[in-house]
């Protein structure tokens, strides 16, 4: 699947006023107001785009001098982000900041684009949002959810055949089995 837009962040001066203003004009979600690494930061959202309020701290991570107010990057979450970064480095972009580390929760890989204007590229998704893969897992790739079911499913058929075995032999513990797995 190709990449898709789903955060935008904005460097504000006051964090609590800016998250009150978007929770009310807009309805949006919210987490609460959290002291990260860089900067004070809230993530907000309608389902699908995922709005950081961001407060920096410093220039550190952030590229924009103290006090800075605006449209700070926005982000990209892609299937393979190793295949995706090759394909941003090979357009031109560079990359500017690794946001926590790649196993983390709230990881981001940030770049420059030509203009110098910053974007991430996330593969889990951002919080609040539906695309967002929830625990996961293996690196820089999002665990195939699709396997999983099929073992689950695989599993589920063989107690329920062992089930069906015993209900022949007892009186009503087919029942039984049906009705724990839906079936």
Same mark, same amino acid.
């Given at each position: 699947?190709?990449?898709?837009?789903?955060?935008?962040?904005? +460097?504000? #001066? &006051?964090?609590?006023?800016?998250?009150? $203003?978007?929770?009310?004009? $807009?309805?949006?979600?919210?987490?609460?107001?959290?002291? @990260?690494?860089?900067?004070?930061? +809230?993530?907000?959202? &309608?389902?699908?785009?995922?709005?950081?309020?961001?407060?920096?701290?410093?220039?550190?991570?952030?590229?924009?001098?103290? @006090?800075?107010?605006?449209?700070?990057? $926005?982000?990209?979450?892609?299937?393979?982000?190793?295949?995706?970064?090759?394909?941003?480095?090979?357009? @031109?972009?560079?990359?500017?900041? &690794? =946001?926590?580390?790649?196993?983390?929760?709230?990881?981001?890989?940030?770049?420059?684009?030509?203009?110098?204007?910053? $974007?991430?590229? #996330?593969?889990?998704?951002?919080?609040?949002?539906?695309?967002?893969?929830?625990?996961?897992?293996?690196?820089?790739?999002?665990?195939?959810?699709?396997?999983?079911?099929?073992?689950?499913?695989?599993?589920? #058929?063989?107690?329920?055949?062992?089930?069906?075995?015993?209900?022949?032999?007892?009186?009503?513990?087919?029942?039984?089995?049906? =009705?724990?797995?839906?079936?």
């Amino acid at each position: 699947m190709a990449a898709r837009i789903r955060h935008i962040a904005l +460097c504000v #001066n &006051d964090i609590k006023a800016t998250a009150d $203003f978007y929770e009310k004009a $807009f309805g949006l979600s919210r987490t609460p107001i959290r002291e @990260g690494k860089t900067a004070w930061n +809230c993530y907000m959202s &309608d389902g699908e785009v995922n709005l950081a309020l961001l407060q920096y701290k410093s220039e550190v991570g952030s590229g924009v001098p103290k @006090g800075f107010v605006g449209i700070h990057h $926005f982000g990209f979450q892609c299937d393979d982000l190793p295949a995706q970064q090759k394909k941003v480095e090979a357009a @031109g972009g560079e990359f500017f900041y &690794d =946001l926590g580390e790649p196993e983390d929760e709230g990881f981001e890989r940030k770049f420059k684009d030509p203009n110098g204007i910053v $974007f991430d590229l #996330n593969w889990k998704g951002w919080q609040l949002t539906r695309g967002k893969i929830k625990n996961a897992i293996g690196g820089l790739r999002p665990a195939k959810a699709a396997p999983a079911r099929k073992k689950i499913a695989a599993a589920r #058929n063989k107690v329920a055949k062992r089930s069906a075995v015993g209900a022949r032999r007892q009186p009503g513990a087919g029942r039984v089995a049906r =009705l724990k797995w839906g079936k």
